[in-house]
């Protein structure tokens, strides 16, 4: 895939075990425009610290990322490590430092390895004319079992141009945690006030729309880099075809957000959750994020067993506003609760039907309003237990 | 045991499987002061709202358990029942209906079998002369593995007093939910007023400081009754044996919660986590709960991996203010993490160690003020995910 001006390495450092890409390479040939989300955690790794001072002016040209080691709970030395990092990606391509941001993902606790990193980056600039955006994808990987790449192409001013992103998902390296890294990168021509406002946006409803576990790693962050070498008249809330950039970012956005959760860890099953009729939006989304995060839920989910009252049990404590005798649920098509009660008939056979599929949906109506939210998870099966218990023994 | 004034009796009433009591009956001969604190889920199931009504005024006389069904999403017929069921044990004992409270934990959803309940309960009230509280203890039981019954003796006044006290823990009868249940009883007179603000504070450091799965039932409820039968002068702040009156409580509170936890579904551990030097004490419980019920932490436990990097990552995404570079973490007395980096040394060897144990503490220093919580915890294992997804297979 060609994004104009966009140059794509990856090698192998020695991070993680031998014959994995472990070290890579986003390069724009000119400053792009640059906006970023970062974890919520309160306890941030080094790189996110770093790429949070340093994308503030809306600029950026280069983001070298490891996997196998998450440089989180590194203290003074971690923000040292990443600084260094930056400085010697900075020094082969000629840019200054400030137009470096770095990202890792792996284990916790340990230090980064510095020598092998710095022994790397000579060969990862060296790759940057025959690398591809799929190289990195696959380097940035832990325990996702597959690649996570989406693009779309669009057009604006006339002008041709693509947007292509990369992520990796909810695996864990141990003895570690899940780290959600996504970049995106388009040759658009993008203010970069606009491009902020936008990608925010469109992370709510993508990446802040799904979850495996409910945990929040240290380490997670979607950024986009935007360098305008399609040639269109930069694009802003009231540019032509600035909808259109919105709606092809949001699917790249969305797609590569259910991709993380079909690799979740021990996944057996995809599941959207929707809750409509909410007093609001927000209230319908904490009540949805209840449900795609009960441990009871997930379970169920599981063992196919079409069990209404732990969703109904969820939203009850999600602290969204719900009057049961008025609320509804159905799985897929089939209504199975009916102003609080169970719908009877033949609900409960042709709802565990559904839950046998390996995707479906869920919806709760509130009928309080017109608040609405979907979200994404997966199920809690054994081997999300065995991969996040056993990984050493 | 012999709580003065108390009789109890307990039925097989044919709602659970053969041979397993399921009808019980706590009887004060005179009207006994009573507080009670219910789920705060806003789904909640019929005898609930029943017994919020109920318990307002201060005194009750008897409660009625079942197991097998938790009368919840049941609607108005779910009330008519509840009210029933009320009235036919007012009628047998001969009292008000108002003086009667019900409480039911099993199937979510699905009518009770009224025929069976008003079957049992003439044997019910007649089994009162020979009834004791330990068979309500069983009959109250749903996955339960042991009955849960826990007992003090203090004296007030130059009279001596009994406080005891029946639970029922994180146990799900498929196809539904976890259901906590509690019932203290004791024969020490007491205020109602000063009862319900010491059974409120003891229940928030009690089973409102336990977690299996995170997930808030539609039953549970906790009931104190003080019939007064000790005869010492009524309990209250300035009374004297007030303060010894309220550690005796909170002891048996205590006691029971750890037994719930204990008895968690699939819990191979018993995990004390206490956070300290908080901003808050609600700080304190804040991250306390988050690094309890985060999955990845249980699964560490699970596997006896001295993961302080999730434990960490919990406590950064709890809400509660933390300066990671001024936190220390404890696995019992090992300190593993000093200033929000790794301890290093044999830390990890020593951190292993500790998890090899049935029971440990995880204690999480924040450096920031004097607020502090301790709450209580299992693993996430195999057998939970077994126990929740498999049991109709």
Redesign the interface.
């Given at each position: 895939m060609n994004i104009k001006g966009f140059q794509f390495s990856a090698v192998e450092a020695a991070i993680k075990k031998p014959g994995r890409l472990d070290l890579a390479l986003i390069f724009s040939e000119t400053p792009a425009a640059v906006a970023a989300v970062y974890t919520?955690?309160?306890?941030?790794a080094a790189p996110v610290l770093l790429d949070m001072e340093r994308t503030r002016n809306g600029s950026c040209q280069a983001i070298v990322v490891n996997s196998g080691n998450a440089n989180?709970?590194?203290?003074p030395?971690g923000m040292d490590d990443a600084r260094e990092t930056t400085r010697l990606v900075a020094e082969g391509l000629g840019i200054p430092d400030e137009a470096v941001l770095v990202s890792s993902t792996g284990v916790?606790?340990?230090p980064l390895p510095m020598e092998r990193i710095r022994t790397g980056i000579r060969p990862l600039v060296d790759g940057l004319s025959g690398g591809t955006l799929d190289e990195v994808a696959r380097a940035i990987m832990t325990t996702d079992t597959f690649p996570k790449l989406e693009s779309r192409k669009g057009s604006a001013g006339g002008k041709e141009y693509t947007i292509a992103g990369i992520a990796k998902g909810a695996g864990?390296i141990?003895?570690?945690?899940?780290t959600m890294l996504a970049f995106i990168v388009t040759d658009a021509a993008v203010e970069p006030a606009w491009l902020r406002t936008v990608f925010a946006a469109g992370i709510e409803r993508s990446f802040n729309a799904i979850t495996v576990?409910?945990?929040?790693?240290?380490n997670d962050t979607a950024v986009i880099m935007a360098n305008g070498a399609a040639g269109n008249p930069p694009l802003t809330g009231s540019a032509d075809g600035a909808a259109d950039f919105v709606r092809l970012l949001d699917e790249v956005l969305l797609a590569l957000a259910k991709l993380i959760v079909r690799d979740g860890e021990g996944a057996t099953k995809f599941v959207e959750i929707t809750v409509r009729g909410a007093r609001s939006d927000a209230d319908a989304k904490r009540a949805a994020m209840a449900v795609a995060n009960?441990?009871?839920v997930k379970?169920?989910f599981?063992?196919q067993?079409?069990?209404?009252?732990?969703i109904?049990?969820?939203?009850?404590?999600s602290g969204a506003?719900?009057e049961?005798?008025r609320t509804e649920l159905f799985f897929d098509d089939v209504l199975m609760?009916k102003?609080?009660?169970?719908a009877g008939g033949d609900a409960e056979a042709r709802g565990t039907e559904i839950l046998k599929q390996k995707e479906f949906k869920v919806v709760v109506d509130l009928h309080l309003g017109g608040g609405a939210a979907t979200v994404y998870t997966s199920d809690?099966?054994?081997d999300?237990?065995?991969i996040?218990?056993?990984?050493?023994?």
């Open positions: 919520t955690n309160k306890v941030k989180a709970c590194t203290g030395r916790i606790g340990v864990m141990m003895p570690n945690m899940a576990d409910g945990d929040t790693s240290t009960s441990c009871l379970t169920a599981f063992g067993d079409a069990n209404w009252g732990r109904f049990a969820a939203v009850g404590y506003d719900v049961p005798e609760v102003n609080g009660v169970f809690l099966s054994y999300y237990v065995k996040n218990a056993d990984y050493r023994t």
